[in-house]
């Protein structure tokens, strides 16, 4: 069955860095658009990052771009986010998010997110 698996949050001090993986099974990985979201207490979800299927094209967030690096490896079935400088405002759960549109049927996967906490 499909899975994402997330993996890499925890606590950190302000300034620091943390990298999140997500590991995918169950679909064509090489095949999706993947994105990061994140959804801090009491606030809707928002997109992060997005990286395309073969990975030439990336796109942020202006909150975190110049902070954050998103990409994947296709031969490992795994997509990164690399979050340098964090700030509390980074706060949040993270969230791997696969979606592929095939002849006007859309498939939108959901990993179970990971808690990272920037705090001193």
């Known amino acids: 069955q499909v899975q994402l698996v997330e993996s890499g949050g925890g606590l950190v001090q302000p300034g620091g860095s943390l990298r999140l993986s997500c590991a995918a099974s169950g679909f064509t990985f090489s095949s999706y658009v993947m994105r990061w979201y994140r959804q801090a207490p009491g606030k809707e979800r928002e997109l992060v990052a997005s990286i395309t299927s073969a990975g030439g094209s990336t796109n942020y967030a202006d909150s975190v771009k110049g902070r954050f690096i998103i990409s994947r490896d296709n031969t490992k079935n795994t997509q990164y986010l690399q979050m340098n400088s964090l700030k509390p405002e980074d706060t949040a759960v993270y969230y791997c998010?696969?979606?592929?549109?095939?002849?006007?049927?859309?498939?939108?996967?959901w990993g179970q997110g990971t808690q990272v906490t920037v705090s001193s």
């Open positions: 998010n696969a979606e592929r549109t095939s002849y006007g049927r859309k498939y939108d996967y």
